[in-house]
């Protein structure tokens, strides 16, 4: 496919952006701890991670920057990776994310 025929994915509206209670119950593969990291390290080390995964594993990303909510609900539309939930207790964002 040349560099014309890609199209990027749709970034999701504001009103799909704000849903941050619901939490994934699901079992777990990979653990990411990027707590005490600012943007865009947080998405970088998720990247680095799920790069390493086999399709249909789950990545946990535990972050403490409010800004990676959107950052993952982003990324999740345009890589074509599933956004599994996203919970936010005590100012610590939990993120899950499913290789595709």
């Not at 560099?3 to 999701?12: I, N, W, Y």
């Not at 941050?20 to 947080?42: K, N, R, S």
């Given at each position: 496919?040349?560099?014309?025929?890609?199209?990027?994915?749709?970034?999701?509206?504001q009103?799909?952006?704000?849903?941050?209670?619901?939490?994934?119950?699901?079992?777990?593969?990979?653990?990411?701890?990027?707590?005490?990291?600012?943007?865009?390290?947080?998405l970088?080390?998720a990247?680095?991670?799920?790069?390493?995964?086999?399709?249909?594993?789950?990545?946990?990303?535990?972050?403490?920057?409010?800004?990676?909510?959107?950052?993952?609900?982003?990324?999740?539309?345009?890589?074509?990776?599933?956004?599994?939930?996203?919970?936010?207790?005590?100012?610590?964002?939990?993120?899950?994310?499913?290789?595709?």
């Open positions: 496919m040349s560099e014309l025929e890609k199209k990027e994915a749709p970034v999701p509206d009103d799909s952006l704000s849903n941050t209670e619901v939490p994934y119950q699901g079992a777990v593969d990979i653990d990411l701890d990027t707590q005490g990291l600012q943007c865009p390290m947080p970088l080390k990247k680095q991670s799920l790069n390493r995964m086999s399709p249909g594993q789950v990545l946990r990303v535990v972050a403490t920057d409010q800004g990676s909510v959107r950052d993952f609900q982003v990324f999740a539309a345009q890589s074509g990776n599933a956004l599994l939930g996203q919970h936010e207790e005590a100012l610590i964002y939990t993120h899950w994310l499913k290789k595709c």
